[in-house]
């Protein structure tokens, strides 16, 4: 089990920490773990975006360190072991997106299965040569949608079968395999957590529904894909930061959660949430935004319906979403709204302005 002290500060590797879901964690971590010190491994890819942690507190920034590099590169994740002792690596670094994944899915196989491999296998060396610490931990960020695709009824569960329809889903599948393998082969103490849909602040603008919002506001059609029947079950990013740190904290190690949000929806509901909240904030009249939606040729492969019975880590962790989802979406709304800047520079490219910056390579 993990546990923070309050003697020294503890390291902690996170990877894709300048993502969507690993900086709102990296933010949650410092806030309420005063004696952490996150070393965050990301490559920037279009997904990343080292604004999305500018406006850390002074003395969280103090407790950050960014290092602009591949999780692929085993010499650099070494020396990152060596330099700072890890106590765990919670793993979120992945090429997210499944229509990316559909169009080109080299990148999904490179970065999440070569990629988890290689901190799997640093990961062990590491704490091989510690002389197996018990509280030492590899907890894997992973995906509902290894288990397929559900129909109108039922939901997953920690021992549903996996079935993965998307070259996305494929690839976490595999590298959910892999820590299990490197836990059962090698005694590696590691947790897997399984999650829906998550939304909220800093998500980037290819996912349903910051791209909604973004095209309302530019007064630009919506994308539907198919009919809109399509169900997912909506987790915002705060409550599932809050489980992940439950799981990292007191979890079992190689044991695996489900985390959801308890809130199916279609995404013709979303978008019609969405407009109907939007023609409100930007006083627009009733049923405009609506006008915009547009229907559009289906995903390939498109899972009908994502449901969590996150039963397990309520029981066993205590733990349950804070946020209604009413709540949250209003929460999710304001700030794309009010962080103009940042949305203008993620839909313009601005935001890859870090190329000309020098950050610490290693
Ligand atoms: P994201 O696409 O917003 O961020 C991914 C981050 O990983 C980026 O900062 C990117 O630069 C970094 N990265 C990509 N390839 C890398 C590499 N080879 N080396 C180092 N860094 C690299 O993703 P997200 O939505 O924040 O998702 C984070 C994790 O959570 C992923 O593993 C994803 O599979 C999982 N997940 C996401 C959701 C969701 O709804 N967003 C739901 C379930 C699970
Ligand atoms: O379930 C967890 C997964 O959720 C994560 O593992 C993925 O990383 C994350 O991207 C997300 O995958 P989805 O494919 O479910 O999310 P996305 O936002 O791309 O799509 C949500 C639903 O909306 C899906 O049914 C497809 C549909 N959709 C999406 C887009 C981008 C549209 O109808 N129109 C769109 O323009």
């Known amino acids: ?9 503890l390291h902690i590797l996170i990877t894709g920490g300048a993502g969507f879901i690993g900086s709102n964690f990296i933010r949650h971590t410092l806030e309420i773990r005063p004696d952490c ?23 969280h920034q103090e407790r950050h360190t960014f290092v602009h590099g591949n999780i692929c590169d085993p010499q650099l994740v070494k020396n990152l072991f060596e330099k700072y002792s890890f106590k765990g690596i919670i793993h979120f670094a992945a090429e997210s997106h499944v229509d990316r994944s559909i169009t080109g899915p080299q990148a999904f196989t490179e970065t999440n299965v070569n990629g988890t491999c290689t901190l799997l296998q640093e990961s062990l060396a ?20 290894v288990y397929g695709s559900l129909g109108p009824e039922g939901a ?14 494929a690839s ?3 590298s959910d395999h892999f820590v299990r393998a490197y836990n059962r082969t090698y005694g590696l103490p590691t947790l897997i957590t399984n999650c829906s849909n998550n939304y909220g602040p800093y998500q980037f603008p290819e996912k349903l529904i910051p791209l909604i919002i973004g095209n309302i506001q530019e007064k630009k059609p919506l994308p539907i894909y198919g009919d809109g029947n399509n169900i997912r079950d ?15 904290e007191k979890g079992s190690p190689g044991e695996t959660y489900n985390i959801g949000g308890g809130a199916e929806r279609s995404n013709m509901q979303i978008v019609k949430q969405l407009c109907a909240l939007l023609d409100r904030k930007l006083n627009r009249s009733p049923g405009s935004n609506e006008s915009l939606i547009t ?5 390939p492969g498109h899972d009908f319906r994502y449901a969590i019975d996150a039963t397990k880590i309520a029981n066993e962790l205590d733990w349950k979403p804070q946020y209604s989802f009413e709540e949250a979406l209003g929460n999710t709304v304001d700030w794309y709204l009010t962080n103009s800047q940042w949305v203008e520079s993620v839909r313009s490219g601005e935001y890859r302005k870090w190329l000309e910056l020098n950050y610490e390579k290693r």
């Open 1 to 9: 089990m993990f546990m923070m002290t309050t003697n020294n500060a």
């Open 37 to 59: 010190h996150i070393v965050n491994l990301d490559a920037l890819t279009y997904a990343g975006n080292i604004s999305n942690l500018n406006n850390l507190q002074e003395d």
């Open 126 to 145: 590491y704490w091989n040569k510690q002389g197996n610490p018990a509280d030492f931990l590899f907890h894997h960020v992973s995906t509902d949608e």
């Open 156 to 169: 997953f569960t920690e021992e549903s079968p996996y079935d993965p329809s998307s070259p996305y889903s």
């Open 172 to 174: 976490k599948a595999a």
């Open 234 to 248: 909506w987790l915002y990013v705060i409550d599932h930061c809050d489980a992940l740190l439950r799981v990292f």
């Open 295 to 299: 229907f559009v040729k289906d995903r």
